[in-house]
T-cell receptor
């Protein structure tokens, strides 16, 4: 069966420090992968999506970047974190039927 | 681009009350529609979905949703809620025809008092 994992689950980082959140999918190949940010009362904001290795599309310009070095790995990064980067980040992969499967989420606090 | 509106941001009910959460979308073409649920401390998961066919779809835990094309709506319903239905509910829309970019509503926080 397919699974999706994110780590770390919780992260506290100082302003200006780098960030790396990882997402790995198992049990499927060439998945469509997504990074969302969830903010209270604001729903899910799509940050990046990828349809294949090395293919990244950005939905919102900001202080973050994404990479897909392997078929089932999706990484969210930043070179220098801002306070406004704090939030709950969700990775998801899309089934052929169209629904998304989400990871457990990573809560980032920037101090 | 499509958009999704969830009009009820916070809903508080007592157990056994009936539930209806509104979802409207703006997109002129064929759509695929979803409701996701996030229980406290858990990850987002699919509640139900509509692609085609019977506009009344049934999901897990007694939930159902009705697609009304003329109203661009996909409201979620449950005849009798339970305390365990306390969660955040998200409506999502993906244009049909192979698109893979879902758009989510802002979510509705449901609290059910025992």
């Amino acid at each position: 069966s397919q699974t999706i994992h994110q780590w770390p689950a919780t992260l506290v980082q100082p302003v200006g420090s780098p960030l790396s959140l990882e997402c790995t999918v198992e049990g499927t190949s060439n998945p469509n992968l997504y990074w969302y940010r969830q903010a209270a009362g604001r729903g899910l904001q799509l940050l990046f999506y990828s349809v294949g290795i090395g293919q990244i599309s950005s939905e919102v310009p900001q202080n973050l970047s994404a990479s897909r070095p392997q078929d089932r790995q999706f990484i969210l990064s930043s070179k220098k974190l801002l306070l406004s980067d704090s939030g709950f980040y969700l990775c998801a992969w899309r089934k052929e039927s169209g629904e998304l499967f989400f990871g457990e989420g990573s809560r980032l606090t920037v101090l | 681009a499509q958009s999704v509106s969830q009009h009820n941001h916070h809903v508080i009910l007592s157990e056994a009350a009936s539930l209806e959460l509104g979802c409207n979308y703006s997109y002129g073409g064929t759509v695929n529609l979803f409701w996701y649920v996030q229980y406290p401390g858990q990850h987002l998961q699919l509640l139900l979905k509509y692609f085609s066919g019977d506009p009344l779809v049934k999901g897990i835990k007694g939930f159902e949703a009705e697609f009304i094309k003329s109203k661009f709506s996909f409201n979620l319903r449950k005849p009798s809620v339970q305390w365990s239905d306390t969660a955040e509910y998200f409506c999502a829309v993906t244009p049909g025809g192979g698109s893979y970019i879902p758009t989510f509503g802002r979510g509705t926080s449901l609290i059910v008092h025992p």
